[in-house]
């Protein structure tokens, strides 16, 4: 069986990452001190705050052949927030919600603070 793809009686379910990678997206810029996520240019090294249509851009799925997630997430963070307590907040609303949606579990989120800005 593909990776994503679970079975039921009436036939096979499979979840592209893509619906994965955008749902994850959504949830994160929800929580408290993140300002969006990030897309970052290896060639340059600049980081640009991606909008709301291209979340899953600043973020990696893996599916284990056993259905197990692992979501990297490339963030910015406001300023003056306490960068722990911001990740520690985004892992726990993220795995509780992308396991309930998907039916599959979140093993690793792995947050990688991009850059920081200041909110208006």
Known sequence: ????SMSTDLGIITVN??????????????????????AVNMKDG??????KESLSHGIHVEISDENILTLDFHVI??????ILSVSDN???NVKYKVEEFT?????????????VRVID
Do not use: Q
Request: glycine share 12%; aromatic share 8%.
């Open 17 to 38: 990452p893509d619906v994965i990678s955008k749902y994850a997206g959504s949830v994160a810029v929800e929580c408290f001190g993140i300002v969006g996520m990030a």
């Open 1 to 4: 069986m593909m990776k994503g």
């Open 77 to 82: 963070v406001a300023y003056g927030v306490n």
């Open 46 to 51: 600049l980081v640009r705050l991606l909008k």
């Open 103 to 115: 039916g599959m579990t979140v093993e690793k989120i792995n947050i990688f603070v991009e850059g």
């Open 90 to 92: 985004l892992m726990n």
